[in-house]
Protein backbone atom coordinates (compact mmCIF):
# COMPACT_ATOMS: atom_id res chain seq x y z
CA UNK A 1 0.00 0.00 0.00
CA UNK A 2 1.51 3.43 -1.13
CA UNK A 3 2.01 5.98 1.59
CA UNK A 4 -0.73 8.53 2.55
CA UNK A 5 -0.96 11.92 1.60
CA UNK A 6 -1.49 13.93 4.60
CA UNK A 7 -3.94 16.87 3.83
CA UNK A 8 -5.57 19.71 6.12
CA UNK A 9 -9.00 18.88 6.61
CA UNK A 10 -12.22 20.70 7.76
CA UNK A 11 -14.68 18.18 9.70
CA UNK A 12 -17.97 19.23 10.28
CA UNK A 13 -21.79 18.26 10.13
CA UNK A 14 -25.08 19.00 10.55
CA UNK A 15 -26.03 17.26 13.68
CA UNK A 16 -24.08 20.04 15.54
CA UNK A 17 -21.15 20.13 17.46
CA UNK A 18 -22.50 17.61 20.57
CA UNK A 19 -22.79 14.90 18.20
CA UNK A 20 -20.50 11.75 18.67
CA UNK A 21 -20.27 10.95 15.42
CA UNK A 22 -17.83 14.04 14.37
CA UNK A 23 -15.81 13.65 17.13
CA UNK A 24 -15.16 9.92 16.43
CA UNK A 25 -14.55 11.40 12.47
CA UNK A 26 -12.24 13.65 13.57
CA UNK A 27 -10.57 11.26 15.76
CA UNK A 28 -10.04 8.75 13.41
CA UNK A 29 -8.95 11.27 10.29
CA UNK A 30 -6.74 12.82 13.25
CA UNK A 31 -5.03 9.25 14.00
CA UNK A 32 -5.00 8.27 10.42
CA UNK A 33 -2.08 11.35 10.09
CA UNK A 34 -4.48 14.36 8.31
CA UNK A 35 -4.31 17.95 10.01
CA UNK A 36 -7.80 18.20 11.39
CA UNK A 37 -9.42 21.35 12.62
CA UNK A 38 -13.39 20.35 13.09
CA UNK A 39 -15.82 24.08 12.91
CA UNK A 40 -19.55 22.55 13.10
CA UNK A 41 -22.28 24.36 13.74
CA UNK A 42 -23.33 25.02 17.23
CA UNK A 43 -27.09 23.14 16.90
CA UNK A 44 -28.98 20.80 14.82
CA UNK A 45 -28.86 22.09 11.15
CA UNK A 46 -30.08 19.07 9.85
CA UNK A 47 -32.41 19.41 6.53
CA UNK A 48 -30.43 22.70 5.78
CA UNK A 49 -28.92 21.24 2.43
CA UNK A 50 -26.25 24.20 1.45
CA UNK A 51 -28.17 26.79 2.92
CA UNK A 52 -25.89 29.61 4.68
CA UNK A 53 -28.27 31.18 6.86
CA UNK A 54 -29.08 34.79 7.41
CA UNK A 55 -25.50 36.63 7.01
CA UNK A 56 -25.45 40.66 7.62
CA UNK A 57 -22.51 43.10 8.13
CA UNK A 58 -23.69 44.04 11.07
CA UNK A 59 -24.78 40.85 12.69
CA UNK A 60 -21.40 38.84 14.12
CA UNK A 61 -22.20 35.16 14.31
CA UNK A 62 -21.30 33.62 17.52
CA UNK A 63 -18.10 31.36 17.76
CA UNK A 64 -16.70 29.05 20.84
CA UNK A 65 -13.88 27.02 21.13
CA UNK A 66 -15.02 23.03 21.79
CA UNK A 67 -12.83 20.27 23.46
CA UNK A 68 -12.73 16.84 21.25
CA UNK A 69 -11.34 14.57 23.93
CA UNK A 70 -8.67 11.98 22.40
CA UNK A 71 -4.84 11.13 22.85
CA UNK A 72 -4.03 14.20 20.98
CA UNK A 73 -5.62 17.67 20.94
CA UNK A 74 -7.79 18.70 17.83
CA UNK A 75 -8.88 22.31 17.62
CA UNK A 76 -12.05 22.72 16.98
CA UNK A 77 -14.88 25.89 17.03
CA UNK A 78 -18.64 25.82 17.47
CA UNK A 79 -20.41 28.30 14.74
CA UNK A 80 -23.74 29.55 15.03
CA UNK A 81 -24.75 28.76 11.40
CA UNK A 82 -25.78 25.82 9.51
CA UNK A 83 -22.71 23.28 8.18
CA UNK A 84 -22.03 24.91 4.41
CA UNK A 85 -21.23 28.02 6.44
CA UNK A 86 -18.83 26.78 7.95
CA UNK A 87 -17.14 25.04 5.34
CA UNK A 88 -16.90 28.45 3.77
CA UNK A 89 -15.96 30.42 6.51
CA UNK A 90 -12.85 28.04 6.75
CA UNK A 91 -12.25 28.13 2.81
CA UNK A 92 -12.28 31.87 3.53
CA UNK A 93 -9.59 31.77 6.14
CA UNK A 94 -11.60 32.48 9.34
CA UNK A 95 -9.84 29.11 11.46
CA UNK A 96 -5.98 29.79 9.82
CA UNK A 97 -4.95 28.19 6.75
CA UNK A 98 -7.64 26.82 4.01
CA UNK A 99 -8.28 23.39 3.97
CA UNK A 100 -7.21 21.15 1.46
CA UNK A 101 -10.61 18.82 2.14
CA UNK A 102 -13.30 18.79 3.56
CA UNK A 103 -15.25 15.65 5.52
CA UNK A 104 -18.88 16.35 6.31
CA UNK A 105 -20.85 13.57 9.27
CA UNK A 106 -20.63 11.13 10.91
CA UNK A 107 -24.40 11.88 10.26
CA UNK A 108 -26.89 9.82 12.28
CA UNK A 109 -29.05 8.20 9.92
CA UNK A 110 -28.57 7.64 6.28
CA UNK A 111 -28.41 9.93 3.43
CA UNK A 112 -29.54 8.20 0.65
CA UNK A 113 -31.23 8.67 -2.66
CA UNK A 114 -32.32 12.31 -4.15
CA UNK A 115 -33.32 13.30 -1.02
CA UNK A 116 -29.10 13.85 -0.51
CA UNK A 117 -30.69 17.41 -2.20
CA UNK A 118 -31.92 18.57 1.15
CA UNK A 119 -28.94 16.90 3.37
CA UNK A 120 -27.28 19.25 5.93
CA UNK A 121 -24.23 16.55 5.46
CA UNK A 122 -23.94 16.61 1.83
CA UNK A 123 -24.87 20.43 1.78
CA UNK A 124 -21.49 20.98 3.45
CA UNK A 125 -19.63 19.02 0.98
CA UNK A 126 -20.97 20.31 -1.82
CA UNK A 127 -20.33 23.78 -0.94
CA UNK A 128 -17.39 22.70 -0.80
CA UNK A 129 -17.30 21.64 -4.04
CA UNK A 130 -18.88 24.61 -4.93
CA UNK A 131 -16.16 26.71 -3.51
CA UNK A 132 -13.52 25.15 -5.51
CA UNK A 133 -12.57 21.51 -2.77
CA UNK A 134 -13.24 18.32 -2.91
CA UNK A 135 -15.36 17.16 -0.20
CA UNK A 136 -17.11 13.19 1.85
CA UNK A 137 -20.07 13.16 3.56
CA UNK A 138 -20.21 10.76 5.62
CA UNK A 139 -23.75 8.78 7.13
CA UNK A 140 -24.23 5.98 8.71
CA UNK A 141 -27.76 3.74 9.37
CA UNK A 142 -29.82 4.12 12.51
CA UNK A 143 -28.88 1.15 15.30
CA UNK A 144 -28.38 1.02 19.16
CA UNK A 145 -25.96 0.97 19.78
CA UNK A 146 -24.44 3.39 16.93
CA UNK A 147 -21.41 1.99 14.77
CA UNK A 148 -19.78 5.15 14.74
CA UNK A 149 -16.43 3.50 14.44
CA UNK A 150 -17.30 1.26 11.36
CA UNK A 151 -18.31 4.43 9.36
CA UNK A 152 -15.51 6.57 10.68
CA UNK A 153 -12.61 3.79 9.20
CA UNK A 154 -14.54 3.60 5.57
CA UNK A 155 -14.11 7.32 5.64
CA UNK A 156 -10.65 7.47 6.31
CA UNK A 157 -10.53 4.41 3.36
CA UNK A 158 -12.39 6.85 1.09
CA UNK A 159 -10.63 10.18 1.87
CA UNK A 160 -7.43 8.44 0.67
CA UNK A 161 -9.12 7.96 -2.66
CA UNK A 162 -10.82 11.30 -2.54
CA UNK A 163 -7.15 12.62 -2.17
CA UNK A 164 -5.90 11.59 -5.53
CA UNK A 165 -9.25 12.30 -7.16
CA UNK A 166 -9.67 14.99 -9.52
CA UNK A 167 -10.12 18.64 -8.19
CA UNK A 168 -13.48 19.32 -6.67
CA UNK A 169 -14.89 16.03 -6.60
CA UNK A 170 -17.70 14.73 -3.76
CA UNK A 171 -18.23 11.23 -2.41
CA UNK A 172 -21.03 10.44 -0.43
CA UNK A 173 -20.46 7.06 1.69
CA UNK A 174 -23.09 5.44 3.52
CA UNK A 175 -22.48 2.44 5.60
CA UNK A 176 -24.87 0.36 7.15
CA UNK A 177 -25.39 -0.57 11.14
CA UNK A 178 -23.06 -3.33 11.76
CA UNK A 179 -19.55 -3.81 13.37
CA UNK A 180 -16.45 -3.28 10.76
CA UNK A 181 -15.95 -6.97 10.24
CA UNK A 182 -19.36 -7.48 9.14
CA UNK A 183 -19.40 -5.08 6.69
CA UNK A 184 -19.00 -6.71 3.12
CA UNK A 185 -16.64 -3.95 1.93
CA UNK A 186 -17.34 -0.90 -0.18
CA UNK A 187 -18.73 -0.72 -3.48
CA UNK A 188 -20.08 2.05 -5.76
CA UNK A 189 -23.83 2.60 -5.66
CA UNK A 190 -25.91 5.32 -8.24
CA UNK A 191 -28.79 7.30 -6.13
CA UNK A 192 -31.64 5.58 -4.92
CA UNK A 193 -35.47 7.30 -6.30
CA UNK A 194 -35.82 7.77 -2.80
CA UNK A 195 -33.49 7.57 0.60
CA UNK A 196 -34.42 5.41 3.69
CA UNK A 197 -37.73 7.53 4.82
CA UNK A 198 -39.86 9.81 2.64
CA UNK A 199 -41.84 12.84 3.85
CA UNK A 200 -45.45 13.38 4.41
CA UNK A 201 -47.71 16.01 5.29
CA UNK A 202 -51.19 15.58 7.75
CA UNK A 203 -54.46 17.99 6.32
CA UNK A 204 -53.64 21.10 7.72
CA UNK A 205 -55.12 21.90 11.60
CA UNK A 206 -55.70 24.89 12.27
CA UNK A 207 -52.75 27.55 10.92
CA UNK A 208 -50.34 24.52 11.54
CA UNK A 209 -48.95 21.58 8.94
CA UNK A 210 -47.56 18.52 10.31
CA UNK A 211 -44.34 16.49 8.66
CA UNK A 212 -43.71 13.40 9.53
CA UNK A 213 -41.14 10.87 8.14
CA UNK A 214 -42.28 7.60 7.73
CA UNK A 215 -40.96 4.53 6.03
CA UNK A 216 -41.77 2.93 2.52
CA UNK A 217 -41.95 -0.28 1.14
CA UNK A 218 -39.61 0.58 -2.06
CA UNK A 219 -37.49 -2.09 -3.08
CA UNK A 220 -34.10 -0.72 -4.17
CA UNK A 221 -31.91 -1.55 -6.68
CA UNK A 222 -29.20 -3.49 -5.80
CA UNK A 223 -26.85 -1.09 -7.50
CA UNK A 224 -27.73 1.83 -5.46
CA UNK A 225 -27.15 3.49 -2.41
CA UNK A 226 -29.84 2.29 -0.31
CA UNK A 227 -29.95 -0.76 -1.97
CA UNK A 228 -26.57 -1.16 -1.24
CA UNK A 229 -26.45 -0.68 1.96
CA UNK A 230 -29.73 -2.90 2.65
CA UNK A 231 -27.26 -5.94 1.33
CA UNK A 232 -24.60 -4.86 3.93
CA UNK A 233 -22.34 -2.97 1.83
CA UNK A 234 -20.56 0.64 2.72
CA UNK A 235 -22.32 2.56 -0.48
CA UNK A 236 -19.80 5.26 -2.27
CA UNK A 237 -21.44 7.49 -5.25
CA UNK A 238 -19.96 10.48 -6.93
CA UNK A 239 -22.15 13.41 -6.47
CA UNK A 240 -21.91 16.84 -8.59
CA UNK A 241 -23.96 19.80 -6.87
CA UNK A 242 -24.37 23.14 -9.32
CA UNK A 243 -24.34 21.90 -12.70
CA UNK A 244 -25.04 22.91 -16.59
CA UNK A 245 -27.12 20.70 -18.67
CA UNK A 246 -25.99 20.71 -22.57
CA UNK A 247 -26.65 18.62 -25.55
CA UNK A 248 -23.91 15.84 -26.02
CA UNK A 249 -23.11 16.70 -28.71
CA UNK A 250 -21.69 20.80 -28.20
CA UNK A 251 -20.24 20.88 -32.02
CA UNK A 252 -23.25 23.47 -33.17
CA UNK A 253 -21.21 26.46 -34.05
CA UNK A 254 -23.37 29.63 -35.45
CA UNK A 255 -24.28 29.04 -39.26
CA UNK A 256 -22.18 31.80 -41.49
CA UNK A 257 -24.93 32.93 -43.43
CA UNK A 258 -28.09 32.37 -40.22
CA UNK A 259 -25.73 34.13 -37.49
CA UNK A 260 -27.40 31.50 -35.04
CA UNK A 261 -26.00 27.86 -33.44
CA UNK A 262 -28.71 25.35 -34.23
CA UNK A 263 -27.98 23.79 -30.85
CA UNK A 264 -28.15 25.10 -27.64
CA UNK A 265 -24.07 26.01 -26.68
CA UNK A 266 -22.55 28.56 -24.85
CA UNK A 267 -22.78 32.25 -26.42
CA UNK A 268 -25.80 31.26 -28.85
CA UNK A 269 -28.27 33.66 -28.98
CA UNK A 270 -32.15 32.60 -28.40
CA UNK A 271 -33.53 30.89 -31.39
CA UNK A 272 -37.53 29.33 -31.55
CA UNK A 273 -35.21 26.37 -33.16
CA UNK A 274 -34.00 25.30 -29.65
CA UNK A 275 -35.31 23.11 -27.08
CA UNK A 276 -33.88 22.84 -23.41
CA UNK A 277 -31.62 19.92 -22.74
CA UNK A 278 -32.34 17.00 -21.22
CA UNK A 279 -31.14 17.64 -17.76
CA UNK A 280 -32.07 14.13 -16.46
CA UNK A 281 -29.34 12.67 -18.56
CA UNK A 282 -26.52 12.40 -16.38
CA UNK A 283 -24.15 12.43 -19.57
CA UNK A 284 -25.22 15.82 -20.64
CA UNK A 285 -24.14 17.75 -17.18
CA UNK A 286 -21.39 19.82 -17.28
CA UNK A 287 -19.96 20.92 -13.51
CA UNK A 288 -20.31 24.70 -13.52
CA UNK A 289 -17.10 27.14 -12.69
CA UNK A 290 -15.52 26.96 -9.51
CA UNK A 291 -16.27 29.75 -6.96
CA UNK A 292 -14.17 32.25 -6.41
Request: aromatic fraction near 4%; avoid cysteine; charged fraction near 20%.
Amino acid sequence: MSERVVRRVLVTNDDGIDSEGIHVLARALAAAGHEVIVVAPDGEQSGTGAALGHLSPDTPLPVRRVQIEGPDAIEAWALAGPPALTVVAGRLGAFGPPPDLVVSGINAGLNTGRAVLHSGTVGAALAAQNFGLSGLAVSIDVSDPWHWDTAADFAVEALDLLVDAPPRSVLNLNVPALPRAEVHGMRWARLAPFGSVRTAVSPMAGDALQFEFRLHDYEPDPDTDQGSVRAGWAALTTIVGVVEAWPLDEDGAPDADSQFSPRVVPGASLHPLHRVPDASDHRLLRRGATAT
